[in-house]
């Protein structure tokens, strides 16, 4: 194994007890990833990006170079409602101050290194960040509405090594920092032309689900940083029921995800029985299902409008039979949730199968049968390698561990 994955153990020892999981827990976590961290906001040159600070560093920046706090408000309307980048643009702004500011900071976007579009329009980036690492993030619109949703990665590499998923065989580089997150979604708003952030019309990158590369829970600070900035009403402005956070189970930080962010959860379920996914999911010897059911129904913003989704890959011959299906249903009963069944989207070199179409529509029956919407997920990018699960970065190298 290499060291770069040594501090995260891909197949941890299971947790004595969830009594463990509190803030001691969450102690150990930010602790193991703290050397995973993102480099500093601030370029060779020595100027400060501006893109990823919260409202109060963005005040503390300005008043370094002796600017009052009300600046902020205007800088933050140029940054972030008219995704501005350069100072000199922003006509609010006297030139003598726009020169001043363009001294001391910059406004940037990942650079996009690569783009592809399929078929189905899905369009896929290769982002490059400052330090030469790269992930890669996804827009996929609806077929049936003029909007979609943009998936965002929150590290580059990942560290849980799901056996079905291609990004798991990438290791680890590091998490992103605020500015990367939020900076994927806005460079991908670039790429539409959709800079001013409309008031109450419709847009095309109208929801973001981090579902990228990488656990969101074990860089939860500067995702959860970065979710603030796009939730604030005088910038982005994307609601929190427009937002879902998707996990494989890192049951500490979900109670703290619920309270502080209250966005939509999706959990990476796949296995009814602890044997089956302990080895589709690692995590799962950390946390176990009985807990991660638990963590479900304790999410403060479940509920029958707000239902967590449960995501389910869908594996020919693996966890696909009817005997599952009714499984599944008994473990979720009582939670308001909807279960996403998701047709294994291969990828070089992967192990698995899809299901057939019959026996997916037959365990979609049983679980829409017990009150459960299950819609099958539809395919989509599959022939730029853009679906589910099949994110990875040509830089990275399996790890042999």
């Given at each position: 194994?290499?060291?770069e994955v040594a501090v995260l153990d891909?197949?941890?020892?299971r947790?004595?007890?969830?009594?463990?999981?509190?803030?001691?827990?969450?102690a150990?976590?930010?602790?193991?990833?703290?050397?995973?961290a993102p480099p500093?906001?601030?370029?060779p040159?020595g100027?400060?990006?501006l893109?990823?600070?919260?409202?109060?560093?963005?005040v503390?920046?300005?008043?370094?170079?002796?600017e009052?706090a009300?600046r902020a408000?205007?800088?933050?309307?140029w940054?972030?409602h008219?995704?501005?980048t350069?100072?000199?643009?922003?006509?609010?702004?006297?030139?003598?101050l726009?020169?001043?500011l363009?001294?001391?900071f910059t406004?940037?976007r990942?650079?996009?290194a690569?783009v592809?579009?399929s078929?189905?329009r899905t369009?896929?980036?290769?982002?490059?960040?400052?330090d030469?690492?790269?992930a890669?993030?996804v827009?996929?619109?609806?077929?049936?509405?003029?909007?979609g949703a943009?998936?965002?990665?929150?590290?580059?590499?990942?560290?849980l090594?799901?056996?079905?998923?291609?990004?798991g065989t990438?290791?680890?580089?590091?998490?992103l920092g605020p500015?990367?997150?939020v900076g994927?979604?806005?460079?991908?708003?670039?790429s539409y032309?959709?800079?001013?952030s409309?008031?109450?019309?419709?847009?095309?990158?109208?929801?973001?689900?981090?579902?990228g590369?990488?656990e969101?829970?074990?860089?939860?600070?500067?995702?959860?940083?970065?979710?603030r900035i796009?939730m604030d009403g005088e910038?982005?402005?994307l609601?929190?029921?427009?937002i879902?956070?998707?996990?494989?189970g890192?049951?500490?930080?979900?109670?703290?995800a619920?309270a502080?962010l209250g966005v939509?959860?999706?959990v990476s379920?796949?296995?009814?029985?602890?044997?089956?996914?302990?080895e589709l999911v690692?995590?799962n010897r950390k946390?176990?299902i009985k807990d991660l059911?638990?963590?479900c129904?304790r999410?403060?913003?479940?509920?029958n409008a707000?239902?967590i989704?449960?995501e389910y890959?869908m594996?020919k011959g693996v966890?696909?039979s009817a005997a599952?299906?009714?499984?599944?249903?008994?473990?979720?009963?009582?939670v308001?949730?909807?279960?996403n069944?998701?047709?294994?989207n291969?990828w070089p070199?992967s192990?698995y199968?899809?299901?057939?179409?019959a026996a997916?529509g037959r365990?979609a029956?049983?679980?829409?049968a017990?009150?459960?919407?299950s819609?099958?997920r539809?395919?989509?990018g599959?022939?730029?390698?853009a679906?589910?699960?099949?994110?990875r970065t040509?830089?990275g190298?399996?790890?042999?561990?």
């Amino acid at each position: 194994m290499s060291a770069e994955v040594a501090v995260l153990d891909r197949a941890p020892a299971r947790a004595e007890t969830p009594a463990d999981w509190g803030e001691a827990e969450r102690a150990r976590i930010r602790a193991k990833v703290a050397r995973f961290a993102p480099p500093p906001a601030k370029g060779p040159d020595g100027r400060l990006e501006l893109v990823g600070l919260s409202r109060e560093e963005l005040v503390a920046a300005l008043g370094g170079i002796g600017e009052p706090a009300f600046r902020a408000k205007q800088i933050w309307h140029w940054i972030y409602h008219q995704g501005t980048t350069d100072f000199a643009r922003m006509s609010t702004i006297a030139k003598p101050l726009q020169h001043k500011l363009a001294e001391h900071f910059t406004v940037t976007r990942p650079e996009v290194a690569a783009v592809q579009t399929s078929a189905d329009r899905t369009r896929k980036f290769l982002f490059r960040f400052r330090d030469g690492r790269e992930a890669e993030s996804v827009y996929i619109p609806d077929r049936e509405e003029d909007r979609g949703a943009v998936c965002l990665s929150s590290q580059v590499g990942c560290t849980l090594s799901c056996r079905f998923c291609h990004t798991g065989t990438q290791v680890l580089a590091r998490n992103l920092g605020p500015g990367e997150i939020v900076g994927q979604f806005m460079a991908a708003r670039d790429s539409y032309g959709e800079w001013p952030s409309p008031k109450g019309e419709a847009r095309l990158l109208s929801t973001i689900v981090l579902m990228g590369m990488g656990e969101p829970l074990y860089n939860y600070d500067n995702v959860a940083a970065a979710m603030r900035i796009v939730m604030d009403g005088e910038g982005i402005g994307l609601s929190r029921r427009r937002i879902t956070l998707s996990t494989s189970g890192v049951v500490p930080m979900m109670d703290r995800a619920g309270a502080e962010l209250g966005v939509n959860l999706a959990v990476s379920l796949h296995a009814v029985t602890d044997e089956l996914r302990d080895e589709l999911v690692p995590l799962n010897r950390k946390y176990p299902i009985k807990d991660l059911i638990e963590a479900c129904r304790r999410y403060p913003s479940a509920s029958n409008a707000r239902r967590i989704t449960f995501e389910y890959v869908m594996l020919k011959g693996v966890n696909d039979s009817a005997a599952e299906a009714r499984a599944l249903v008994r473990l979720i009963a009582g939670v308001p949730a909807k279960v996403n069944l998701i047709p294994f989207n291969p990828w070089p070199g992967s192990p698995y199968e899809s299901s057939t179409p019959a026996a997916i529509g037959r365990f979609a029956e049983i679980v829409n049968a017990a009150g459960f919407s299950s819609p099958v997920r539809a395919p989509r990018g599959r022939d730029i390698l853009a679906a589910c699960g099949q994110l990875r970065t040509a830089a990275g190298k399996p790890s042999g561990g």
